[in-house]
C-alpha cells in the first residue's frame, strides 16, 4: 500500500480528463434536449403535425422520432410545463438535471415549489422522482387522467386452472360495457340448476365469452362492412362499367342504406374493405338493376397479408389493431385484387388515403411511397 506522501506524489488519474469530458458533452446534450422540448411545445401548439400523416403530436414524434407513444406523451407534457418552470428548464440546459428527471419532475412541479424539488432530485435516483411523481398526481387525479389511465390485464391461475381479469375503466365506458354485458347475458341461455337471473355473475361471465366470441378476433376471415349503396342511373349515362362505377368513379350521388348521403371519396374507403351491393334506380327509385360485387381479398389471401405486412404500413406506424387490406390502385379504378395490389393499414391512415388525399406507389420490388396532398413525396424520420 502507498504511504500518504507516496499518494501525494501520484499524477492526476488520466481518467478525470475523460469525465470532465462526459460532463461538458452531457452539458450540451442537456441543451439541446432543452430546445427540443421547447419545438415540441411549439408544433403542438401550432398543429405542424396534421400534414404528416398523424393523428396527434404524439402520435407524429413516435412515427418521425422512433419512440414510444408513452414517452412521446410524457415529453409533450413536460414541454409545456417547462413555460412556466424556467429553474427547471435551466438545470436540464445545464445539464444538473437529466431528461429522465426533468420529465418526472415536469408532473407535479410548481414554480413555488421547484426551487426546493430541484435540489431534492439532484441527490435522489430518476425512480424516486417518477415515484413521487405518480403519488402526487394520484391525489390531484383528474377525470382526464382517469380516462388515460384505463387499464385491462388478465391472467392464468395455474393450481386453479382457471382464467382471471380485472379492468379500470372511466365510469362512462365502464356503463357502456355493463350494458353490453347485461343485453348479452339477457340472451345467453341459463344451464340446468342455474339461476336465471340475467345479472348472476355466472350468466355475466358466459355473456362476456359470447361477445368476445363473435368478436372479429374469434373470425380467420375478418368482419367487414356490408354495404348496399344506391345510385341513379342518371349518373351512370356513358359508364362503360356502371357496376364498378357506381361504387368508385362515379359514387357522387351514391347512398347508404340505412345512412345519409357520403362523400365519394368516403365510398371508396368502404369499398376497400366492404362487401358492396349495388343498386341502381330511376329518379322515381324504381330499381333497375342489382347486383352483388366482389372486391375483398379471399381468406389465405388476408393471412398473407397480415402475414408480410405485420401491421399498418404507413412509415413508422406499425400499429397491428384495427388495420384494413387496401387497393393501392384503387378497385374501381380497376387496381386488381392480388397481393402485389394490397397493403395492410390502419384505418386513420386508411382515411388518409381516401378522405385526406394521400396516395401510394409500389416499385417492382415492393418498396413502398407515400406521396402528401397535391403529390410531394414524404419523407419519413428526421431530416438529413
Not at 347512398?255 to 366492404?274: F, I, K, N, S, Y
Not at 379471399?298 to 388495420?323: E, H, V, Y
Request: charged residues 25%.
Amino acid at each position: 500500500m502507498f504511504a500518504p506522501a507516496q499518494l501525494r506524489s501520484v499524477p492526476d488519474n488520466p481518467d478525470d480528463d475523460l469525465i470532465a469530458r462526459i460532463d461538458v458533452v452531457h452539458a450540451r446534450v442537456g441543451a439541446a434536449e432543452r430546445e427540443l422540448l421547447e419545438l415540441i411545445a411549439l408544433v403542438d401548439a401550432t398543429d405542424s403535425w396534421e400534414r404528416h400523416g398523424a393523428r396527434d403530436t404524439a402520435h407524429w414524434l413516435a412515427m418521425r422520432y422512433g419512440i414510444s407513444t408513452w414517452k412521446a406523451q410524457r415529453w409533450i407534457r413536460a414541454a409545456h410545463a417547462l413555460e412556466d418552470l424556467p429553474r427547471t428548464a435551466a438545470a436540464l440546459a445545464t445539464g444538473r438535471l437529466g431528461m429522465d428527471k426533468v420529465v418526472e419532475l415536469c408532473r407535479f412541479a410548481t414554480p413555488r415549489t421547484e426551487v426546493k424539488l430541484i435540489r431534492w432530485a439532484t441527490r435522489v435516483a430518476a425512480w424516486a422522482v417518477r415515484c413521487r411523481a405518480d403519488r402526487e398526481r394520484a391525489v390531484e387525479q383528474t377525470v382526464r387522467e382517469n380516462h388515460t389511465a384505463r387499464s385491462l390485464i388478465w391472467w392464468y391461475e395455474q393450481q386453479e386452472g382457471t382464467f382471471a381479469l380485472s379492468a379500470h375503466l372511466p365510469a362512462d365506458q365502464g356503463a357502456v360495457v355493463v350494458e353490453a354485458i347485461e343485453t348479452m347475458a339477457g340472451r345467453v341461455p341459463a344451464l340446468p340448476g342455474e339461476d336465471h337471473d340475467p345479472t348472476a355473475p355466472e350468466r355475466c361471465a358466459d355473456a362476456l365469452v359470447a361477445l368476445c366470441s363473435s368478436s372479429p378476433a374469434s373470425e380467420p376471415d375478418p368482419v367487414r362492412a356490408n354495404m348496399v349503396v344506391h345510385v341513379r342511373a342518371d349518373d351512370l349515362v356513358g359508364s362503360r362499367d356502371p357496376i364498378r362505377d357506381a361504387a368508385g368513379e362515379r359514387a357522387a350521388g351514391g347512398e347508404v342504406e340505412g345512412g345519409p348521403v357520403l362523400h365519394p371519396e368516403t365510398v371508396r374507403r368502404l369499398a376497400c374493405d366492404a362487401r358492396i351491393q349495388t343498386v341502381i334506380e330511376d329518379r322515381a327509385g324504381e330499381v333497375l338493376a342489382v347486383r352483388a360485387m366482389s372486391r375483398e381479398p379471399t381468406t389465405w389471401m388476408l393471412r398473407q397479408l397480415q402475414w408480410r405486412d405485420k401491421g399498418c404500413r404507413f412509415p413508422g406506424c406499425g400499429a397491428r389493431a384495427f388495420t384494413q387490406a387496401h387497393h393501392i390502385v384503387f378497385w374501381s379504378r380497376g387496381g386488381a385484387t392480388e397481393l402485389s395490389n394490397l397493403l395492410l393499414i390502419c384505418f386513420f391512415h386508411h382515411r388518409l388515403v381516401h378522405e385526406q388525399g394521400w396516395s401510394i406507389r409500389r416499385a417492382p420490388d415492393g418498396e413502398l411511397t407515400w406521396l402528401r396532398p397535391g403529390g410531394a413525396t414524404y419523407r419519413a424520420g428526421p431530416a438529413p
